[in-house]
Nanobody, 124 residues
């Protein structure tokens, strides 16, 4: 019954910013890694960023490195993705996901709980 709910998506112009939030309910994920993935039309789900909730380690896809920042608030069971300098190629449905592992992972197969996704559209 663990549930992840994303919010914060929308339509922005290139160069703009959005902040996505993922709220977890059902149980806490204090020692578990969390990740953000995205899926554009006609493409497979793509890793974006991940964060370990026990140590604060982060890892980013090269395509978003330097532009996106992943963070978490364990007390609120939330993880966020600050997206800056957005590009049209960032357009996708963004999913947050939970992993039972305590370290970061980029493999979608290692995530066991997924949110419904939130649409991010970046116009040129």
């Amino acid at each position: 019954q663990v549930q992840l709910v994303e919010s914060g998506g929308g339509l922005v112009q290139a160069g703009g910013s959005l902040r996505l939030s993922c709220a977890a309910s059902g149980r806490t994920f204090s020692n578990d890694a969390m990740g953000w993935f995205r899926q554009a039309p006609g493409k497979e789900r793509e890793f974006v960023a991940t964060i370990s909730w026990n140590g604060g380690s982060t890892y980013y896809a090269d395509s978003v490195k330097g532009r996106f920042i992943i963070s978490r608030d364990n007390a609120k069971n939330t993880v966020s993705l600050q997206m800056n300098s957005l590009k049209p190629e960032d357009t996708a449905v963004y999913f947050c996901a939970h992993s039972s592992r305590s370290i970061v992972t980029v493999d979608a197969r290692q995530y066991d709980v997924w949110g419904q996704g939130t649409q991010v559209t970046v116009s040129s």
